[in-house]
């Protein structure tokens, strides 16, 4: 299998999945249906978008390729017209994102060595292909994203870049380098759920804690 269709096959794959995370987003937030489609797209494509845009791949291809449109659509009318899914797999969704991140890191990550950038620049925009889309979805509903404070994501995702780039390097076979990159991204994910791995967190002292709870908000009353 050449890179190319490697590429469009794990992006069409990656979006589906992180489509449906989004979607059941939307309705764990009881959000209508416009709602529901919109967590869906951005879920999908969000990280994509910002991938095409830094690497200059102009128009990108969630906008300008139908198929990255109706996949996001397809996914999101599945879940809310079948919103019991959701509930019965709940299981699944963990599943569906780390298999979306998975997807995604690695097809991001070719796709900017296909233009031409340095490793470690291809590993990040790799990374960020993969939580952009969770980012997104998250801060539509006001949450906080999940990727900063949750089990290790973005970690995990830079894993999976950093076994490309070195792949690409040693010019091994794209299939096999594609698929150990992926293996190790959801598998790192989802063990890190499994043990509740988290990267460290800042200790505060109580008297600490209470005077960053006092911080005034930027945000005027209402």
Known sequence: MSVQILLVVLDLVGTFVFAVSGAAAGIKHRLDLFGVLVLSFAAATAGGLARDLLIGAIPPAAISDLRYIFVPILAGLVIFWAPGIV????????LFDAAGLALFVISGTYKALSFGLNPVAAALLGMLTGIGGGIARDLL?????????REIYAVAGLAGAVVVVIGGQLQL??????ATGAMLCFGLRMISIL??????????????????????????DK
């Open 173 to 178: 076979p794209p299939a096999a380098v594609a």
């Open 87 to 94: 509930h019965r797999f709940r299981h699944m969704v963990v």
């Open 141 to 149: 509903v006001q949450e906080v994203p999940g990727v900063l404070h």
């Open 195 to 220: 043990r509740q791995w988290q990267l460290p967190i800042a200790k505060l002292t109580s008297d600490e804690s209470a005077t960053s709870a006092n911080i005034p908000s930027d945000r005027p």
